[in-house]
């Protein structure tokens, strides 16, 4: 038997841990020993909340001079020397570290990412690296959410443990939307919201069997952080007004400003990227430059700084005057904008929840002033409007309508976020087509669009399903001794190639042994599909596309573009067969799940 230091020091060197083969089959074997690893994966998520988010809080409590138990956000005041110099310097010291680890390990895969390519495959030291990275970024006052932390650290420990028990794919994916769902639990008080989180945006997908590991596993996350969080997490809100008939019509309006917001924080994100590219500053140094800006509004009002680590005081917020309210949802969006815009490791998950309260506000108050006769309660509007910007900007309508109903009890205000947040989805996805998250995966160059298990798709490669074994034909040839080479039924089609030996076009055996073509014409008039080919390591998608927009029954396979050597025959028959049994048998496995 290794010991625990021996062990441990076998997966930071990359080696797999993995448990006895008698446990991994009783694992495997039964459903409910699922439940009882998302258990696990639950109390040591809610760990991991309470950690970074107390780790968060002495920071404030050191750089910014707070008191115990006071939060940075909350403050009406802050030393402007500590204000411009903590995010300044902090962002200098993230820039440069974060640049010597970019440089030495590339980017890390997200929960998404992971469960959309990878099986749920994470790494244990990227996914720490990534949470301290957040928990600093948030500590030094920048614009970020936690929540971005809390999800990768826990669902990389779901991910390790998954591959300790040697979980087979489908349950390796439902492990790692566990370790989310426990996450978000515990971030925001919020149990139900945690799981549909898992299975809305990390799962890709809901199913009976899925619904009690990710149920338990939200349930002990919130728990777990409820008893160690040395803050109160969730979110505070005023008693809301009862909501009648017409706040159910006009919470469409709101979903609509929502999306339309939502839009811009995503794109004004991107673009500040842009900008600091166009510049040509050097990615160590943007974290500084985003930081000293984020310290500059941090001056004019203290509410612009971290995105709140715990709990969102609404109530202290709607007793400002809607002038001071207005100034802050502008600067917040800034300030939220070039923080991850330079650089800062975060998310938008708490700066959106902030940011539609505050529209909220701000849309009944204009509301009202518009159309006197109708009267509609502003703190109703604030959850509305919660609600509505976070589906844009992060997805999941069903988590944000838990998210209000766990924040207020309120069945007939749910109903009214429910619409809201169906319009802002529905908006954001017809005009802009992504979330914040696989907007950044399509600025990567990645085409996820949700967690949906694509991986085995992409692992389907024209390569493996070619032919190698490819009878061709001299381009220059004739017509006569194609014939005497290839007569009729002895196959379909040929592949020709020039006197180097390149892909030249397709000839048609049919089409060659016709009455109307002359025997001692050149083949060169018969060729098809001169242009179009595939390549080895194209996907079966990407290759069924391929024969449909050339209208091709089968294309070669070659090398590469510039060398045209022809390695192999893909027909789009056997394409479809083979993507055909590969997703059935991915229909198995899951409903191997029931």
């Not at 923080?339 to 009202?368: D, H, P």
């Amino acid at each position: 038997m290794l010991a625990r230091s021996e062990l441990l020091r076998m997966y930071w060197k990359g080696r797999p841990l993995e448990v006895p083969h008698r446990l991994r089959a009783i694992v495997r074997a039964r459903e409910s020993s699922i439940i009882v690893l998302a258990a696990a994966v639950g109390l040591l998520s809610g760990l991991v909340v309470a950690a970074m988010s107390e780790s968060v809080g002495l920071m404030h409590l050191v750089f910014f001079g707070l008191d115990p138990g006071e939060r940075l956000s909350a403050r009406a005041w802050i030393n402007p020397v500590y204000a411009f110099l903590t995010p300044c310097l902090g962002g200098l010291v993230f820039g440069l570290v974060s640049a010597y680890i970019t440089r030495k390990r590339g980017t890390e895969v997200d929960p998404i990412e992971a469960n959309a390519l990878h099986g749920g495959r994470m790494s244990l030291r990227g996914s720490l690296i990534v949470a301290a990275q957040t928990v600093w970024s948030s500590g030094v006052g920048a614009s970020v959410g936690l929540e971005a932390g809390y999800t990768q650290f826990a669902s990389g420990v779901a991910s390790v443990i998954g591959r300790a028990f040697r979980l087979r794919r489908a349950d390796m994916r439902v492990l790692v939307g566990c370790g989310s769902a426990a996450a978000i639990a515990g971030a925001f008080g919020a149990p139900l919201a945690g799981a549909f989180y898992a299975f809305e945006l990390v799962i890709g997908t809901y199913s009976i069997a899925s619904l009690a590991p990710v149920g338990i596993a939200a349930l002990v996350g919130y728990l777990t952080a409820r008893t160690f969080a040395p803050l109160t997490l969730g979110i505070e809100a005023n008693a809301v007004a009862d909501v009648t008939v017409h706040d159910v019509v006009i919470a469409a309006g709101v979903g609509l400003l929502a999306a339309m917001v939502g839009i811009l924080l995503m794109r004004g994100v991107a673009a500040c990227e842009r900008l600091f590219t166009r510049m040509r500053i050097a990615p160590e140094w943007r974290p500084m430059i985003g930081g000293s800006v984020v310290g500059l509004l941090a001056i004019i009002t203290p509410q612009v700084m971290s995105s709140g680590h715990g709990a969102m005081h609404l109530t202290g917020i709607f007793k400002l005057p809607i002038e001071m309210i207005a100034l802050i949802f502008v600067l917040k969006i800034v300030a939220s904008i070039i923080s991850l815009g330079s650089g800062f490791r975060g998310g938008l998950f708490f700066a959106s929840l902030l940011l539609g309260a505050l529209g909220g506000q701000l849309f009944a108050t204009g509301f009202s002033a518009i159309v006197p006769g109708v009267h509609i309660d502003p703190d109703a509007y604030a959850i509305i409007g919660l609600s509505a910007l976070s589906v844009s900007v992060i997805g999941g309508p069903l988590t944000m309508t838990f998210i209000a109903l766990e924040t207020t009890g309120d069945l007939w205000l749910t109903t009214a976020v429910l619409i809201a947040a169906i319009i802002s989805m529905q908006v954001t996805r017809e005009f802009f087509g992504y979330t914040f998250a696989t907007w950044r995966f399509h600025l990567r160059g990645e085409t996820i669009r949700s967690a949906a298990d694509i991986g085995w798709i992409r692992d389907l490669s024209v390569g493996q399903m070619m032919r190698p074994d490819v009878r061709t034909t001299p381009a220059e040839g004739t017509i006569s001794d194609f014939r005497e080479a290839f007569p009729l039924g002895s196959t379909s089609q040929v592949v020709a190639v020039d006197e180097d030996g390149r892909y030249a076009g397709m000839v048609l055996v049919a089409e060659a042994h016709a009455a109307d073509v002359a025997a001692a014409d050149s083949l060169r008039g018969l060729l098809r599909h001169s242009d179009h080919m595939l390549l080895p390591q194209m996907s079966v998608q990407e290759a069924i596309a391929a024969f449909d927009r050339f209208e091709a029954e089968a294309l070669p396979v070659v090398d590469s573009v510039e060398r045209r050597q022809v390695v192999g025959l893909l027909s789009e028959a056997h394409a479809l067969r083979r993507y055909s049994e590969a997703s059935e048998r991915q229909r198995r496995e899951l409903l191997g799940e029931f």
